[in-house]
């Protein structure tokens, strides 16, 4: 069974820049479609990013141009690089996986395209 764990969340101020990682277990990484969630206080989870192939990905309109996707098929891991923050990207954050049954993904930012998530790490953004 695939297993998630996301670490590095802590709290920053305003305009700083984080990286949190999300260490996958039990199959390899490849196998899998990977995106990142995040959901505020009193909120939806929303969709922030997700890998259609190395080096491409879907990002949320909120997020473009300030977050960055990645993984390491090496290390089995997720990452999502966050500049500029702001207060609104306060949340709590997801990485979730889904089986790539269909040898390709398609960067989905829906959480039900997704079957396995992780807990969470904390995100918090002080202006």
């Known amino acids: 069974q695939l297993h998630l764990v996301e670490s590095g969340g802590t709290s920053v101020e305003s305009g700083g820049s984080l990286e949190i990682s999300c260490e996958v277990s039990?199959?390899?990484?490849?196998?899998?479609?990977l995106g990142w969630f995040r959901q505020a206080p009193g909120k939806g989870r929303e969709g922030v990013a997700a890998?259609?192939?190395?080096?491409?990905?879907r990002y949320s309109e909120s997020v473009e141009g300030r977050f960055t996707i990645s993984q390491s098929n090496a290390k089995g891991a997720l990452y999502l690089r966050m500049n500029d923050l702001k207060p609104e990207d306060t949340a709590m954050y997801f990485c979730?996986?889904?089986?790539?049954?269909?040898?390709?993904?398609?960067?989905?930012?829906?959480?039900?395209?997704?079957?396995?998530w992780g807990q969470g790490t904390q995100v918090t953004v002080s202006s």
């Open positions: 979730a996986a889904a089986e790539n049954i269909r040898g390709s993904c398609s960067g989905s930012l829906k959480q039900y395209d997704y079957y396995d």
């Open positions: 890998l259609i192939r190395e080096n491409t990905a």
């Open positions: 039990g199959a390899p990484l490849g196998r899998f479609c």
